[in-house]
């Protein structure tokens, strides 16, 4: 099996951005190298004694990112052209925000004999998240799983979503807050299912997820099977909220409880003007993905929008914004 390999040069500021929209327009499985010092949850959960020394962050990261070529193609200079090209868009478009992009260079080179869709799993364990027991399915015959704890069964498989992120229990955490046994929930950008799972079995009535990859529709469904989710209870929606009206008509106006979206803080922007039209009267809507340094972009974009901002958390470099549609 040989790949194509593009290796984008930017910076540690700019990563998440880039590959979130690269995710956007159909790339996976991105490898990150940069010089960011490991958390203190990274670090136990490598598994090893000694960790090696790592040079001081100087703030470059090179982004990777491989597309199989197909056994019968015939024309590999062309696809690498087209997908070269919706990088080179990419990259454009996330320096056009005033994000400091950096060199923003492509190389393209062909390699071998890499499962780059499974290697990940040997890094991805079972962890908690208060009182729910996060497992893979990889992993669900050689752990025990301790008594008392609600146990989410999940394998993100090439949508966005495990649980491990800051971000994803930053909303967790105040999903909990909210969730009744009437909740209609709206999840923004939803990936693996996980909010929107985890809500279900907490209690919620039904869930509508939206997200721009079409890889979300076999993870959402792998996923609802394997915690007992009946399908009637979670409806996934392809589409841009955002920007597409007959995807706003088909998710509904005026008739959730919570709109949860974990994106990144200038998605939100451009998201949250939307976000009242979904909401009831007295609906909660619950972000993450935001860097602690761009948490006033996002709060004044819900105060412009009409929404009172109710909470402000933190967890590692990340922050999640609660607010309210009164």
Known sequence: ???????????????????????DVGFEGAQI?????????EKEQMFVDILPDVPDDDGVAFLNFFVEIPEDSADVEA????????????????????????????EVSETEDIDWINNWKKYFHHFTIDDIFVIPSWEEEQVQI?????????????AFGTGMHDTTQLCIRNLRKYITPETQLLDVGT?????????????????VGTDLDPCAVPAVADNSERNGINPADFELIIGNVITDEDIRQKVGYGK???VVANILAEVLVGLTPQVPKFLKQGGIYIT????????????KAMTDAGLEVLDVSEQGEWSGITARKN
């Open 1 to 23: 099996m040989k790949w194509i390999r593009f290796r984008i040069k930017t910076t540690t500021e700019a990563e998440d951005i880039i590959i979130s929209e690269l995710y």
């Open 33 to 41: 190298e940069d010089k960011v010092q490991l958390s203190p949850l």
């Open 79 to 106: 696809l690498k052209s087209e997908k070269l090209s919706l990088i080179k868009e990419t990259i454009e478009e996330v320096r056009g925000w005033d994000v400091e992009v950096g060199e923003g260079s492509v």
């Open 146 to 158: 301790p008594e008392g704890m609600k146990v989410l069964h999940i394998d993100p498989g090439t």
């Open 191 to 207: 990936g693996s299912g996980i909010l929107s799972i985890l809500s279900l079995m907490c209690g919620a009535k039904h869930a």
């Open 256 to 258: 959730y409880d919570i």
């Open 288 to 299: 993450s993905g935001i860097l602690i340094e761009k948490e006033d972009l996002v709060k």
